[in-house]
């Protein structure tokens, strides 16, 4: 103990400080116990797929120009599709990033005079282009793709009567967001997810549901594509590529979905049959393979930091107590000088840029100034402990991340301490 103690002091984290957070994970060790057989479970699936895909040691290396029977690639993709219980993967390092995956499944699935259907309300920020809610070069809408929407009532829970109504002959792709992003609703389980997609198939069985799986993959020990939906969509610089892929989005589903994303990601007639892997392989691979715990690592950092500033008396979302369905935590501090410290706080722990403080500024499409906290391994990587906050009311940061649970928990304390030290608590 004492030991550890001093290594918190070489952070600048007092004695006082430590001995809060320790009390507190004495308190959380049934929920962490819980969170690691989750990750025990996960871990099985993933090793299971890995042998029964029989992923060898030629696998991890990649091909070049046009990626012709690179086999690490292809089996990399079977490995996915098994993992999420679906016909087929689209698994690339072509997909630049989750908006990407995101736009690709929806372009490639969409023809001209289809409805989409957003049942669960606004998507996340990057799709309003996409989509063309915000007028945008490419949309969509520029493709004469309708768009539809359905709010959440008050609850966050889903408006069955008026999905109903919104669904109609046009109707090709239903999307849904499973993680509330930095919206305020709550987080969907993957139950509840099951229980919509049950809803609207029984009202058009041809419907494709399609799940924006961001930050949500490895959280439970079910994904969205076992309980109904056709294809689940995320990026690799987050939960599947465990903090080791250096780029990448995957789409997994229904093999005539994952074969029109292949054909508009590269070309018609060329399909999944080109496309690279270069040497991001082995990163892929072993990203996947840690994703379970890294993913547990995460949770255990949001849970923690929420019972941390839940006793101090500021409100966190989710709260103290409340289930995870994904790795974001909010809360709220009241103040630009409380979200600063603790973004300061924040960067100061991390194992990259450790010596550089963020300051505010006016980020593209943002309507305030924005503070991060962000040194990782790979850029903007949001699996890796990463945090920011929009300077105006109510000053509430989000978070998410720790590549381990011991660094996930560092970050925190060093977010406490720099708010601590100056009077802000
Ligand atoms: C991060 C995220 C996206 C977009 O992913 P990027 O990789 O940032 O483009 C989409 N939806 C949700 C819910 C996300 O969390």
């Known amino acids: 103990m004492m030991i550890v103690n001093d290594m918190y002091e070489k952070m600048g984290i007092s004695p006082e400080t430590v001995k809060k957070g320790r009390q507190i994970c004495e308190d959380l060790k049934e929920r962490f116990d819980r969170i690691d057989q989750v990750a025990e ?36 993709e079977e490995v996915y599709a098994q993992i999420f219980n679906t016909q087929a993967a689209l698994v690339r390092p072509q997909i630049t990033c989750g908006t990407h995956a995101l736009a690709l499944a929806l372009m490639s699935n969409l023809r001209p005079g289809d409805e989409l259907l957003s049942p669960v309300g606004k998507p996340y920020d990057t799709l309003e282009e996409v989509i063309g809610i915000r007028e945008s070069k490419g949309s969509l809408k520029e493709y004469g793709i309708f768009y539809r929407q359905v709010d959440l009532l008050t609850d966050s829970s889903f408006d069955y009567d008026k999905i ?5 002959e046009k109707t090709k792709i239903v999307t849904i967001q499973r993680s509330k992003g930095y919206q305020t609703r709550k987080t969907f389980s993957v139950k509840e997810i ?26 439970e020990t079910i994904e969205p594509s076992d309980v109904g939906a056709d294809m689940v969509v995320g990026s690799l610089i987050k939960n599947p590529g465990g903090g080791l892929a250096p780029i990448g989005g995957y789409i997994a ?30 990163d892929f691979y072993q990203g996947l393979f840690l994703a379970p715990t890294v993913v547990a690592s995460a949770l255990k950092t949001s849970i923690f930091a929420a019972n941390l500033f839940e006793k101090e008396g500021f409100k966190v979302v989710p709260d103290s107590t409340e289930s995870r369905h994904d790795i974001i935590q909010a809360i709220t501090l009241g103040s630009e000088e409380r979200v600063c410290a603790f973004c300061e706080g924040i960067q100061s722990a991390a194992p ?4 550089v403080t963020p300051e505010p500024w006016d980020m593209p499409g943002y309507d305030a100034k924005v503070i991060m906290a962000a040194g990782a391994f790979v850029s903007g990587s949001s699996i890796e402990l990463s945090a ?10 989000y978070f998410q ?3 381990t649970w011991p660094h996930g928990k560092t970050g925190i304390l060093k977010a406490y301490q720099t708010m601590a030290d100056r009077g802000l608590l």
């Open 41 to 76: 479970y996960n871990q099985l699936k993933v090793l299971n797929a890995f042998r029964e895909c029989k992923v060898s040691e030629a696998c991890l290396y990649g091909t070049t120009g046009y990626g012709y029977n690179d086999i690490g690639r292809d089996t990399l």
């Open 164 to 168: 109903k109504e919104a669904i109609n």
């Open 194 to 219: 099951g229980e919509l997609i049950a809803f609207v198939k029984n009202i058009k069985s041809d419907v494709i549901c399609m799940v924006d799986n961001c930050y949500g993959e490895f959280v």
């Open 253 to 282: 589903g229904r093999k005539d979905c994952i074969e029109n994303a292949a054909y508009r990601l590269t070309s018609p007639g060329l399909g999944k049959e080109v496309g690279a892997s270069l040497g991001v392989l082995k």
């Open 352 to 355: 990259v840029d450790s010596f």
């Open 388 to 397: 920011d906050g929009p300077i105006k009311p109510p000053f509430a940061v």
């Open 401 to 403: 991340g720790g590549l």
